[in-house]
C-alpha cells in the first residue's frame, strides 16, 4: 500500500499562494485517484479537491473553484494543489488522501472514500 507525505505549507498573506505536494511510494500511483482535504481547527474533515487515476478529471468544493487547481503526475507519483488568492477562512492543515479508483474517470469527495492519507501540512494565512 502506498504512502503519503505532504509539503509546502506554511505562513502567507492573503491574497497570496501557495503550491502543496504530496508524493506517494509505491509502483501502483497511476492506479490511484487522489483528493486533498483540510482540517480547519475545532472542524471536521472537509472535501477541498479530487483528481482522477490519469489526472484528466477534477472536482472543487464550491469554497476554493477558481482559486485552486489540483493536478496529477503519474511518472512523479505526485499530486499538486496549487493555491492562489488565499483567504484567511482557507487557513488548516491539508491532507491529501489516495484510493484505488474503480473508473479511468472516478472522482471521490468523501472522507470515507479514502483508504490512505498523509500526515498533513499546515497553511496559515494571515497579515
Known amino acids: 500500500q502506498a504512502q503519503l507525505v505532504e509539503s509546502g505549507g506554511g505562513l502567507v498573506q492573503p491574497g497570496g499562494s501557495l503550491r502543496l505536494s504530496c508524493v506517494a511510494s509505491?509502483?501502483?500511483?497511476?492506479?490511484?485517484?487522489m483528493g486533498w482535504f483540510l482540517q480547519a481547527p475545532g472542524q471536521e474533515l472537509e472535501f477541498v479537491a479530487a483528481?482522477?487515476?490519469?489526472?484528466?478529471?477534477?472536482d472543487y468544493a464550491d469554497s476554493v473553484k477558481g482559486r485552486f487547481t489540483i493536478s496529477k503526475d503519474n511518472a512523479k507519483n505526485t499530486v499538486f494543489l496549487q493555491m492562489n488568492r488565499l483567504k484567511p477562512e482557507d487557513t488548516a492543515v491539508y491532507y491529501c488522501?489516495?484510493?484505488?479508483?474503480?473508473?479511468?474517470?472516478?472522482?471521490?469527495?468523501?472522507?470515507?472514500?479514502?483508504?490512505?492519507w498523509g500526515q498533513g501540512t499546515q497553511v496559515t494565512v494571515s497579515s
Open positions: 483528481v482522477s487515476r490519469s489526472g484528466s478529471s477534477t
Open positions: 509505491g509502483r501502483t500511483f497511476s492506479n490511484y485517484a
Open positions: 488522501a489516495g484510493r484505488v479508483a474503480l473508473t479511468t474517470g472516478g472522482l471521490y469527495t468523501g472522507v470515507n472514500d479514502y483508504k490512505i
